[in-house]
């Protein structure tokens, strides 16, 4: 039983190998063949993102308010 079971483990360890070996070797080919046939399905390019200015502040805007009212709730919260 212990022979059958050495038998098992080399086959189950040799079609392992042979299985990584040969993923192993169709990917290096797959890595040199691949890029001759990019022209048929190139990549897309990146878009360019278009800066647009900013918008003019509103005069109901109350960003002058809310940053006083955090300063204020910081230094309150710095006194012992």
């Known amino acids: 039983m212990f022979q059958q079971g050495l038998v098992l483990l080399v086959a189950g360890m040799g079609l392992v190998?042979?299985?990584?070996?040969l993923l192993v070797g169709i990917m290096m080919v797959s890595a040199k063949v691949?890029?001759?046939?990019?022209?048929?399905?190139?990549?897309?390019?990146?878009?360019?993102?278009?800066?647009?200015?900013?918008?003019?502040?509103?005069?109901?805007?109350?960003?002058a308010e809310i940053a006083v009212a955090i300063a204020a709730a910081v230094a309150r919260q710095r006194q012992p």
């Not at 190998?17 to 070996?21: G, I, N, P, R, W």
Request: proline share 14%; aromatic share 6%; net charge positive.
């Open 17 to 21: 190998v042979t299985f990584l070996s």
């Open 34 to 63: 691949i890029p001759r046939f990019n022209h048929v399905l190139p990549d897309e390019q990146p878009k360019v993102k278009v800066r647009r200015p900013e918008k003019a502040p509103h005069a109901d805007s109350h960003d």
